[in-house]
């Protein structure tokens, strides 16, 4: 299968990825992730830092940091591959949206698990899932039959939505009492969207043509 073009899809693995490099060869990675992670505390009202980003920004500062290679390689691998179908779709400005919605939906929902969380949230995982959400709902094949009066649609989100927060509980399982720290709930925040914009986002860029 052909991966189509994306520019936006590109523009955001570049930006990402340069902006890892740099931080990361400049030792600025703690800091980085103090100034621009999503804290759910200081949405709360329960930490004040000094210096760091407004608490509004910070979801969309969060999804250009990354722990280590390994957390950038396979965000950047999901992107670059569902976020060019999904552009391709969708299009440059409804990707654009999709990602940015991911991003806060992802944080609120991180937000709503632990509000007094002081540990700063980092990565781009809670936009890529809506990104996937999106892929899922466009690309999958959809042998899903209307229930009664409940339509296909409806029941295909609701399908893949409790696919993917029972994945996600297993992620969570797999990795209890480690050091490695998963936002599960930032995963399925950003998922959900991705499933209910999938189809307007869809129209919204067919009726502009």
């Known amino acids: 299968m052909k991966i189509p073009q994306g520019k936006v899809t590109n523009a955001l693995v570049i930006a990402t990825s340069a902006i890892w490099l740099t931080l990361t060869l400049g030792g600025y990675q703690d800091l980085a992730a103090g100034a621009g992670g999503f804290f759910p505390a200081r949405i709360s009202g329960a930490l004040v830092l000094q210096g760091a980003l407004p608490a509004w920004l910070t979801p969309l500062s969060a999804v250009l940091l990354h722990a280590d290679i390994f957390h950038l390689a396979f965000n950047m691998l999901m992107l670059f591959y569902c976020g060019r179908f999904v552009e391709a779709a969708i299009g440059p400005g409804g990707l654009g949206a999709l990602y940015v919605v991911?991003?806060?939906?992802?944080?609120?929902?991180e937000y709503l698990w632990n509000p007094g969380n002081v540990v700063p949230m980092i990565g781009a995982s809670g936009a890529i899932s809506a990104v996937i959400g999106c892929y899922a709902m466009l690309f999958g094949q959809n042998r899903i039959k209307p229930l009664g009066p409940i339509?296909?649609?409806?029941?295909?989100?609701?399908?893949?939505?409790?696919?993917?927060?029972v994945i996600q509980g297993?992620?969570?399982?797999?990795?209890?009492?480690?050091?490695?720290?998963?936002?599960?709930a930032a995963h399925i925040g950003g998922f959900i969207p991705g499933l209910l914009l999938a189809r307007p986002?869809?129209?919204w860029r067919y009726r502009r043509a």
């Open 102 to 109: 991911g991003a806060y939906a992802s944080a609120a929902a």
């Open 201 to 203: 986002l869809l129209l």
């Open 151 to 165: 339509p296909a649609r409806a029941i295909q989100i609701v399908w893949l939505a409790v696919a993917w927060v």
């Open 170 to 184: 297993l992620i969570g399982i797999a990795t209890w009492g480690s050091m490695t720290r998963i936002a599960i």
